[in-house]
């Protein structure tokens, strides 16, 4: 590749090469594995004198025996092979090596897909297959673990039995302390059934959410945390404080509101970026107030939900939890995203409204994706110029359609 490529390109030809390169590679890869599974059904003593291919590829390949082993496995899934004395040996996934052989499956796609099939018994994996060989053509491999888990679902509908264990005693302590700089601390020891049941909580809010989710695992922890309390915040449970249930209130003019410009006021001491509080007053409760010169308020507005309950549920019914592509948040997790802020004039209705979980919802504030209302009446979102020069729609299918009768 010309090294001046690298500095003069834009954000379009840097990924088209990357995507070319890729197909180059995952090509290579598959016609390895098949010529590897050829080696070991005609015998690799006889052909090199080494005892196992594995051991020949880490010779060749200067890779550790682990790492061939794991070629060796995948490639035995996709390429049909024999025995030593000549029985045939099918593969499980026939198809999906045909597909793979083009470049244009991912080791983690593939490795998906098998491991959806050895679940299925053999008489309805060829249907199964092809179902996921067409979801992969515009989806990534977490999204086709779903349908897969899906499908085996549908298979084998009661699943196996959960485990009962015994918790044990408990015993926590933990301190949260805000810093002058506007920076919060979190210290404390909790219990082992406890902090069992806090990583596999965090644990599911940190997945990544989609191939676009750049995050760091810490960043995706910390954001994690901070949809826990969202969660927590939302329960209807919740215990009241001084009648009101637990919430944090932001202040801010209503034209710093508009501009996205300046600052708001965070709880008692804190400070918010006015874009920050946009993103925020998408799905707020609403107390208007109009102000002297020496900000002592004049009237206060009657408190309401921006978005009322009765669109609230037709929203959590039509989009059936975060709308963004590849993004697998139930209902509980989103905030209603206005597609035209209604400190713009844009109004709440479903129209002008996309459910979007706390991460997806600042992505579609800050970068270059659009949602827009298609003439169906569902969400879709057009990618920035420079991951699809096309800007062809995308929509999640990963969550369940509302049952229709037959």
């Known amino acids: 590749m010309d090294r001046n490529f690298a500095w003069q390109a834009d954000a379009v030809a840097l990924a088209d090469r990357i995507s070319t390169l890729l197909g180059v590679v995952r090509a290579a890869e598959a016609e390895l594995g098949s010529l590897l599974v050829e080696i070991e059904s005609r015998g690799v003593l006889e052909l090199f004198g080494y005892r196992s291919v594995p051991h020949l590829l880490a010779q060749l390949a200067d890779i550790p025996k682990s790492a061939a082993e794991k070629l060796l496995k995948r490639a035995r899934t996709l390429n049909s092979s024999r025995a030593l004395d000549g029985t045939p040996i099918p593969a499980i996934a026939p198809a999906t090596g045909t597909v793979a052989a083009s470049g244009s499956l991912s080791n983690p796609m593939i490795d998906t897909i098998v491991a959806t099939l050895t679940q299925i018994p053999p008489e309805h994996r060829e249907e199964a297959e092809q179902s996921l060989l067409s979801f992969a053509e515009d989806s990534g491999h977490k999204q086709v673990a779903a349908l897969g888990a899906r499908i085996v679902a549908h298979l084998d509908p009661d699943g196996t039995a959960p485990e009962e264990t015994e918790p044990a005693t408990p015993r926590r302590e933990l301190s949260l302390r805000r810093k002058r700089t506007g920076i919060w601390e979190l210290s404390g020891h909790l219990d082992d059934e406890t902090g069992t049941r806090a990583s596999a909580l965090l644990d599911s809010l940190a997945q990544r959410r989609g191939s676009e989710d750049h995050r760091c695992p810490a960043e995706r922890y910390g954001d994690a945390f901070s949809d826990a309390i969202d969660l927590a915040l939302n329960t209807p449970g919740l215990p009241t404080q001084a009648g009101e249930r637990a919430h944090v209130m932001v202040t801010i003019p209503l034209q710093n509101l508009t501009s996205g410009l300046g600052t708001a006021l965070l709880g008692d001491t804190g400070t918010l970026s006015a874009a920050e509080a946009r993103i925020h007053a998408c799905d707020c409760k609403l107390i208007p107030a109009v102000l002297d010169s020496a900000s002592a308020p004049l009237d206060l507005g009657r408190a309401r ?102």
């Open 305 to 406: 939900r921006l978005i009322p309950t009765p669109i609230r549920n037709a929203l959590y019914l039509r989009d059936r939890g975060c709308a963004f592509p590849g993004c697998h948040r139930p209902p509980r997790h989103c905030q209603g995203h206005h597609i035209r802020h209604w400190a713009d004039g844009g109004p709440t209705d479903l129209n002008n409204l996309a459910l979007m979980c706390a991460h997806h919802h600042r992505l579609l504030h800050r970068s270059g994706w659009e949602v827009r209302i298609a003439p169906d009446g569902l969400p879709e979102f057009l990618p920035p110029v420079w991951l699809d020069k096309r800007r062809q729609p995308r929509r999640n299918n990963l969550h369940q359609p509302i049952p229709t009768a037959a």
